[in-house]
Each structure stands twice: as structure tokens, then as C-alpha cells.
């Protein structure tokens, strides 16, 4: 697979004994335990500190990598960075669930860094406010848009189950994409924003009652 070319994979015994045993899969390299196991004190100490905040990963990270040779702990955060990494290659390997766990959650990444292209359409997407405060205030706006789209979505996506036949309801529910909420393409983004309280004032669009109480079908056992 295209991962295991990018990463290398580590392991506990010599590569010699992998190769001995006749294995396709093979480690590129042996793990340190010891490295591990003499700092292993340290290790637990740094990341209580990070759990409870009392630090910044990036400055603990930064202190380690500013000596002139690597610290002790640092090498041996990395021997366990390489444990780890080939635990989570191996399993990837192994498991269909989790690489299609990890391929949906990827998906839903892209549909909504493109709803997010979408909504940011003006001057080339470039923040031209000079101050932090003035482009925190315009990526706020963008997840207000973004967020509006979402629930927008959510709603008219379940009136339109609830008005269907209890007969039809899992068959179009199963058809319907994970992402179809980050859907955009049926909204005129390029239209008039009205953060007015004239629009609200006209008839809902939503019969807020019927999605409130709908349920949706359950699964088959």
C-alpha cells in the first residue's frame, strides 16, 4: 500500500528474524526498548503536563529541539513515536473497518473545506483585514455562513423524510450521501445576504413542528 512505501516500519526483533520467518511484510529498522524504558518517567511527566495544560506542546517540543544534540527524552519520544506509527500501519493493513472509518472521515473533511472554498469566494479568498481582531471577525463570519448552510440542510432534508411514506422513509434515507448536509450547489451564494428581522417575520419555510417530532426509521437487525 501507497503508506507503507511513505513510512517506514519499526519493530521489537532484528529484521534478520523477520526475514528468517519468511514474512512478506518486512520492518525497516529495530526499535530501542531501552531508550524507551530508561526515560519512561520522563515521558509520563511530559505528558501529564500536556493533559493538564500547565504547558504548550509547541514550547516543550521547541526546548527539546533547540539543544545542539538531541535530548535524551526527545530521542525517546521518538522511539515510541516509530512503536506507535507502525502499530496504527499494521492495523491499517489488517482492518477494512478502519481504513473506511479513515477514507469517510477524510471525505468529510474535503466536503467541508469545499463548502468552506464556496462560502469565501470574494477578492481571491485572501484575509485583507490588517488587524487579528478584523480576521477573526471574518472567519467568524465564514463558519456563520457555513453553519447556516449546514442547518439549512439539516432541516429541509428532514422535513422532506417526514412528509414521505413511513413505507419510503429508509429506502431514500439509505440513499442519501453522509455528506449531503455540506451540500451547496442548490443555493445562490452569490445572491443578497439579509441579516434583517424582516425575513423572519414572513412564513417559515419549515413546518418546525413536524421535524421536531419525526423519528427516523430504525436499522434492521
Not at 121 to 137: C, D, I, K, P
Amino acid at each position: 500500500m501507497f503508506l507503507l512505501l511513505c513510512y517506514p516500519l519499526y519493530s521489537w526483533e532484528p529484521v534478520a528474524t523477520h526475514r528468517q520467518l519468511g514474512q512478506t511484510l518486512l520492518p525497516d529498522a529495530r526499535l530501542d526498548p531501552e531508550r524507551i524504558a530508561r526515560h519512561w518517567d520522563e515521558v509520563l511527566r511530559l505528558v501529564v503536563t500536556l493533559k493538564l495544560r500547565h504547558s504548550e506542546a509547541s514550547r516543550l517540543f521547541g526546548r527539546l529541539n533547540s539543544y545542539a544534540r538531541q535530548h535524551p527524552l526527545y530521542r525517546a519520544l521518538k522511539e515510541l513515536g516509530r512503536l506507535v506509527k507502525t502499530e496504527f500501519l499494521l492495523r491499517y493493513v489488517d482492518q477494512v473497518e478502519l481504513r473506511q472509518r479513515i477514507q469517510k472521515q477524510l471525505n468529510k473533511g474535503e466536503s467541508a473545506h469545499r463548502l468552506a472554498h464556496a462560502v469565501w469566494h470574494g477578492r481571491n479568498q485572501e484575509f485583507h483585514a490588517a488587524t487579528r481582531s478584523e480576521q477573526l471577525v471574518a472567519e467568524t463570519c465564514k463558519r456563520l455562513l457555513m453553519n447556516a448552510i449546514i442547518c439549512w440542510n439539516y432541516l429541509h432534508l428532514s422535513q422532506h423524510l417526514a412528509r414521505l411514506p413511513p413505507e419510503q422513509q429508509a429506502a431514500t434515507l439509505a440513499t442519501l450521501s453522509p455528506f449531503a448536509v455540506l451540500s451547496y450547489r442548490h443555493l445562490n451564494l452569490h445572491g443578497e445576504y439579509d441579516f434583517s428581522d424582516h425575513p423572519l417575520l414572513a412564513e417559515a419555510p419549515f413546518d418546525m413542528d413536524l421535524i421536531a417530532t419525526w423519528q427516523p426509521p430504525s436499522k434492521p437487525a
